[in-house]
Antibody, heavy 119, light 107 residues
Framework: QMHLQESGPGLVKPSETLSLTCNFS????????WTWLRQSPGKGLEWIGY???????NYNVHLKSRVTMSLDTSKNEFSLRLTSVTAADTATYYC?????????????WGPGIVVTVSS | DIQMTQSPSSLSASVGDRVIITCRSS??????LNWYQQKPGQAPKVLIY???ILYRGVPSRFSGSGSGTDFTLTISGLQPEDFATYYC?????????FGQGTKVEMK
């Protein structure tokens, strides 16, 4: 059974960098694309992007200049870094799995972590 | 960006009802559409992908149809556990975009 869990600070100051980690179990790292999304009352659900263990990435074009995703295979973790945050980045952040296959879909999600951007 | 527009934004229904939710994209996305269900305090769960393919374990009362720009999610025989918010997601182009959601409430 696949399991994902987000972790990281719940409060980030404006202009600083948001760093989140997703720990996963139950899957081989190279069988899936690892995805980040977020949800806020104002913007709804928003796709941030995904990456593959080979280093291939697909970031939201509107966030691309501020986003970096990475993987730590030794810890079964993948990470999100979002730089120069503002109040508009306040949201619940989710990690999710996108399994390789003919059709793209997100079949396993973490429970989400609330991140607030405020001084 | 491809804009996804769901209708209605909310609806009231009773157990046993047939519920239809529509999703329209601002340009053709072929069949690259998912449907998700989200309950309060929980992450979304996939119901349908490829516009009409039922994800394993999802009850058969859920069905999806459509291609191009117009899609529907149908719940045939609403159950108490189906009261939730439903979202469509296009996976055709970057950025992937969600509809604004349809909240299904108890009448």
């Amino acid at each position: 059974q696949m399991h994902l869990q987000e972790s990281g600070p719940g409060l980030v100051k404006p202009s600083e960098t948001l760093s989140l980690t997703c720990n996963f179990s139950g899957d081989s790292i190279d069988e899936s694309f690892w995805t980040w999304l977020r949800q806020s009352p104002g913007k709804g659900l928003e796709w941030i992007g995904y990456f593959y263990y080979s280093g291939s990435t697909n970031y939201n074009v509107h966030l691309k200049s501020r986003v970096t995703m990475s993987l730590d295979t030794s810890k079964n973790e993948f990470s999100l870094r979002l730089t120069s945050v503002t109040a508009a980045d306040t949201a619940t952040y989710y990690c999710a799995r996108l399994p390789k296959g003919e059709w793209e879909m997100l079949d396993y999600w973490g429970p989400g972590i609330v991140v607030t951007v405020s001084s | 960006d491809i804009q996804m527009t769901q209708s209605p934004s909310s609806l009231s229904a009773s157990v046993g009802d047939r519920v239809i939710i529509t999703c329209r994209s601002s340009q053709s996305i072929k069949s690259f559409l998912n449907w998700y269900q989200q309950k309060p305090g929980q992450a979304p769960k996939v119901l349908i992908y490829g516009a009409s393919i039922l994800y394993r374990g999802v009850p058969s009362r859920f069905s999806g149809s459509g291609s191009g720009t117009d899609f529907t999610l149908t719940i045939s025989g609403l159950q108490p556990e189906d009261f939730a918010t439903y979202y469509c997601l296009q996976t055709y182009s970057n950025p992937r975009t969600f509809g604004q959601g349809t909240k299904v409430e108890m009448k």
